[in-house]
Every structure is written in C-alpha cells, then in structure tokens.
C-alpha cells in the first residue's frame, strides 16, 4: 500500500513541492510513497513546475484508512478532512503547532525556519541522500517563495545557506533573479476573479469560539489593486457571510516596499484595530514592514480572542 505526503488545502509552493521532495526522499528510503496535493496549481507552483521538468502531485482529498506525511501545517482546518482516520507518519512543518493528533508515534520535524523544504533539505543530509538536480532546483524556488526572496521575518539563516546548496546542485546561478521572475508571475492579476484573488493564499482560523480568514497576495507592486479594491471587499463579504466567518482580512503585500496594506471585513473592526495599534481608515490600513502572516499578522490577532 502506498504511503501519501501532502500538504495543506489551497496548496502553495511549499505545499506542492513539499510533497514532491520528500515523497522523493522516502522512496530512497524504501518506502512506496507518493506525491499528492489539497488542489489546483497555481500559477507560481506551474511557473516551478515547468522551469525545473516537475510532474503535479495527484490529486487526493480523503486520506481515512491511509498512511500519510504532512508537509508544512498541522492545522486541521487546513488539512483532509478525514484525516484524523489516517495514520499519520511524519510531519515536516514551519508553524506553529496546530491540533492534529496521532494515534501512533510518529517522525516529527517541525522548526522555526522560513520555508517545509529547508526542513526536508535538512532531511535529505540527515539521511545522506543526494537531492537530484530538478527537485533541488523546485526547493530553492518554493524556499525563495516562503522566504520572499530572503526579506520575510521568518528567513532564517538556514534557509539561506539551504537555498545557495541548493541552487549550487540546480545549476542555478543567478537565484534571486529567478526568484524575482517567480513573483512577478505571482503578481499576475488580470483576468483573476474577485474569488481567485481573495483565495489564492488563504487560510482559515481558529480563534477561540470565533474563525478568521486571512488571504494574501504578494506582488511587485501593489498599483495592480488600484481598480480592484471595491471587488475585493464585495468578495470578502460574500466569503465571510458563506463560511460564517467572525472577520476576513486580504493581505496586499508589496515586496519591493516591504510592506502590506490590510483589507479587513469584520463583526468588529476594533479588534484588528487593537492587535496591530493602528486605527483603520475605510476599512484598510498600511503596515509598515508587515511581510509575513504566520509571524506578524496570526500571532497579534489569536490572544485578542
Ligand atoms: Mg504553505
Ligand atoms: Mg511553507
Ligand atoms: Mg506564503
């Protein structure tokens, strides 16, 4: 019987690459494992995929009666739905700990670092296996992603010796430009509906009785929202309405400034009022140095309620 690794629902490049890397890795170690993935590609992870010859995770969504990996969450809002009926393995993880539990044992190898897959990089020399030179080429890019190209709070100095590694085995010289190349493909807005632009990062939370929705997008410039603006927020609302939401907040993240404009609809503003200091001006304000959502958006937002 096969042994699955995937990542999180909405899946991101660390989600899918995740999955492809250390499915790879397992399979030098004996076992019979397989790639999967929560949902679509999108158009980064495609941009990864073609540049370095990857194939696409198959698509599973129910895992009950099955052996899995999980890469990068333990959230199960984010996870299977059935997959508290799985025997989880392993988990290679870059948050916080989230509440999924195990009925066995299991490897666990989860670390404060930027990106899953400098954690599997840290695996595939724990193991002394060699990365082949594709799937060190997808890593480098889904770390440069996670990490926004080293600028992100979360950027460890791991990560940034994982990403040179790997970029050595890849033959990629110039990695920050290809990273560059890889946001600007991320920044691609036009033709995206409303939905795809509130969801395309998305994550939904827990916090205390109530849950939030936090979408980001990171771009090269954030003038690509100018005319999008008032669709975004009619989307939120509808999204908030349907999942009966306490709050939704899109982050616009501009890369180059390093900063994210917040959108924010919510039963009560005064909260994200309260965990950023900030008062909100028709529904939106700047922060300032503002990159990440793990690190410097969830943590402020979870003890306010
Ligand atoms: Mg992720
Ligand atoms: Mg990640
Ligand atoms: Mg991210």
Redesign the pocket.
């Known amino acids: 019987m096969s042994i699955f690794v995937t990542g999180h629902t909405n899946p991101?490049s660390?989600s899918i690459v995740g999955a492809i890397s250390l499915s790879y890795l397992r399979r030098q170690l004996g076992d019979d494992c397989v790639a999967a993935r929560q949902g679509k590609i999108s158009d980064e992870t495609r941009f990864i995929l073609d540049k370095f010859g990857g194939d696409e995770p198959l698509l599973k969504t129910s895992y009950s009666g099955e052996e899995v990996w999980v890469v990068d969450t333990t959230d199960l809002a984010i996870l299977p739905k059935d997959i508290l009926q799985a025997t989880v393995l392993g988990v290679a993880d870059h948050h916080k700990l989230g509440d999924l539990t195990t009925s066995t044992p299991l490897e666990c190898w989860i670390r404060p670092v930027g990106c899953s897959n400098t954690i599997i990089k840290e695996m595939f020399d724990h193991y002394r296996v060699e990365i082949p030179k594709d799937i060190a080429g997808m890593m480098m890019c889904a770390i440069l992603?996670?990490t926004v190209i080293f600028k992100s709070p979360t950027c460890t100095k791991v990560d940034t010796k994982a990403v040179k590694d790997l970029a050595k085995i890849a033959g990629v010289e110039d990695f920050k430009a290809l990273g560059m190349e890889m946001f600007i493909v991320k920044s691609a807005v036009e033709g995206a509906s409303a939905r795809d632009l509130t969801t395309r990062?998305y994550k939904e939370f827990d916090m205390g009785a109530s849950k939030i929705g936090v979408g980001?997008l990171?771009v090269v410039d954030l003038s690509v929202f100018d005319d999008k603006k008032e669709i975004l927020f009619e989307d939120m609302k509808k999204l908030k309405d349907e999942s009966g939401l306490h709050s939704v907040i899109v982050l616009l993240t501009d890369i180059m400034t390093e900063g994210s404009q917040l959108l924010v609809v919510s039963d009560d503003e005064t909260i994200i009022e309260k965990a950023f200091d900030k008062k909100l001006d028709n529904h939106e304000v700047w922060l300032e140095g503002v990159l990440s959502?793990k690190k410097q958006v969830i943590p402020f937002l979870q003890p306010l309620f």
């Open positions: 991101d660390d992603s996670d990062d980001q990171e959502r």
